[in-house]
């Protein structure tokens, strides 16, 4: 078990590039869940995985945000034409059936 | 949705002090947790707690899930202790939204030498 991992920890981008980050979790957790967290906040949700099917949205998933886990193992959060009020810790977690959360590193995006 | 309400917001303590956190929901919960999150932003998993008592070396937590209240003790305080401390929740019903863990504001503990 080497826990939830992230991929890039940090990245700096323009305002208006695309972004990608990579999460990958604890393989015999078949429920991943991303969550963003700014400044002086608790993580919020964004959207959940059961396996490969993404079952949930939060309403801050705006449609510049797309989120995938194909066939059910790693999965990856993009980011189209960043805005300045995108920048925040992007959080990745998982978990399975009756079991608690674990989340990875993060990464933590800053757009310039 | 659900609220969680993490007091107090702030807490000094010096080195080898106790302290209580606690943490109120607003309705009944599947899973309750503590975590710590450390200066580098990891966010550490301290209890899967959704009732009862469970102890870690130094740390403590009892869940009344009846009365709808967590509390975290942490006993003779550490400076590796420092960093901001929260309670996450899931609501205690299945469906849209039942899997998500709702966050508190934490509790941002600084413990000074």
């Known amino acids: 078990d080497t826990g939830v991992s992230q991929d890039p920890r940090h990245k700096i981008t323009k305002r208006g590039q695309n972004v990608t980050f990579r999460c990958d979790p604890i393989s015999e957790h078949n429920r991943l869940y991303w969550y963003r967290q700014t400044l002086g906040q608790g993580p919020e949700f964004l959207t959940y995985f059961q396996n490969e099917a993404q079952l949930e949205k939060s309403r801050l998933l705006s449609d510049r945000f797309s989120a995938e886990r194909p066939k059910g193992s790693f999965s990856t959060l993009e980011i189209q034409r960043t805005e300045q009020g995108d920048s925040a810790m992007y959080l990745c977690?998982?978990?399975?059936?009756?079991?608690?959360?674990?989340f990875g590193s993060g990464t933590r995006l800053t757009v310039v | 949705g659900i609220q969680v309400e993490q007091s107090p917001p702030d807490l000094i303590l010096q080195e080898g002090a106790n302290s209580t956190l606690r943490c109120n929901f607003s309705d009944s919960v599947n899973n309750l947790q503590w975590f710590h999150q450390n200066p580098w932003g990891q966010l550490i998993n301290l209890f899967y707690?959704?009732?009862g008592t469970k102890q870690n070396g130094r740390l403590s937590a009892t869940t009344v899930a009846t009365e709808r209240y967590s509390l975290l003790y942490i006993s003779s305080s550490q400076t590796t202790d420092s960093g901001v401390y929260f309670c996450a929740v899931t609501a205690g019903y299945s469906g849209a939204g039942s899997y998500q863990l709702t966050f508190g504001k934490g509790t941002k503990l600084s413990v000074i030498p």
């Open positions: 977690a998982s978990s399975y059936l009756g079991s608690g959360y674990t």
């Open positions: 707690i959704p009732s």
